[in-house]
């Protein structure tokens, strides 16, 4: 059985572009969760997704966004690129929603210049 | 933001060791606490995890103890061998939503 898919791996992009990450959950897997991971803050929450609609949000300001497709494929965005932005960005799938067990992709590393 | 406490920020113990991470959080309406192990390069990997209504869990060498009343768990590693080198992260989620990760321990194992 695949295991969650995160594309593109590693992307460098300057300041004030946009960005758009995707995320391929495990098969019979609708639930689908963005983490942003950085050496200072660990792994915070950005936000879920079930059945295609955002359930949960993190405190993350609006310039970060996603979506669900029907097949439960998610992308997320972040526009107007900063500096601090610079992180690995990771998906997680999940059976169903509320659950707590996540099964995360490899990431995608963002770094911003 | 950070609801979840998590001590020491790297840790290192020789072979057989036993390693200990804590944790600490401060909504007691969390009600799933698990550990994730992560590798250079890879996703965080769930290990074991616990709910509230024991105080211990042991999975193969990985133990979790649980102190409800101090709102602290911690991550034990039995007989630890250099492949346990890695991050761990304690999280703690409230009707399993909103995963809320600790900082992450950095372990590393001598041989």
């Known amino acids: 059985k695949a295991g969650v898919t995160q594309t593109p791996r590693y992307l460098i992009k300057t300041r004030g572009q946009q960005v758009t990450l995707s995320c391929s959950p495990i098969?019979?897997?609708?639930?689908v969760s963005w983490y942003q991971q950085t050496p200072g803050q660990g792994l915070q929450f950005l936000f879920e997704?079930?059945?295609?609609?955002?359930?949960n949000k993190g405190n993350f300001p609006g310039r970060f966004s996603g979506r669900q497709f029907s097949n439960s494929r998610s992308e997320m965005n972040v526009s107007t690129l900063e500096l601090g932005d610079s992180a690995l960005y990771l998906c997680a799938s999940s059976l169903q929603y509320p659950t707590g067990e996540l099964f995360f992709g490899e990431g995608s590393r963002l770094t911003v210049l | 933001q950070q609801q979840v406490k998590q001590s020491p920020q790297s840790l290192i113990v020789q072979k057989g060791g036993i390693p200990i991470i804590n944790c600490a959080y401060e909504n007691t309406a969390f009600d799933y606490f698990p550990w994730y192990q992560q590798f250079p390069g890879k996703g965080p990997a769930l290990l074991i995890a616990i709910r509230p209504d024991v105080s211990e869990k042991k999975e193969g060498r990985f133990t979790i103890s649980f102190n409800k009343s101090a709102k602290q768990f911690s991550l034990h590693i039995m007989d630890s061998q250099p492949g346990d080198s890695a991050t761990y992260f304690c999280?703690?989620?409230?009707?399993?939503?909103?995963?809320?990760f600790g900082a992450g321990t950095r372990l590393t194992v001598k041989p």
């Open positions: 997704y079930f059945s295609e609609t955002q359930r």
């Open positions: 098969s019979g897997h609708r639930s």
């Open positions: 999280a703690a989620s409230r009707d399993n939503n909103d995963m809320r």
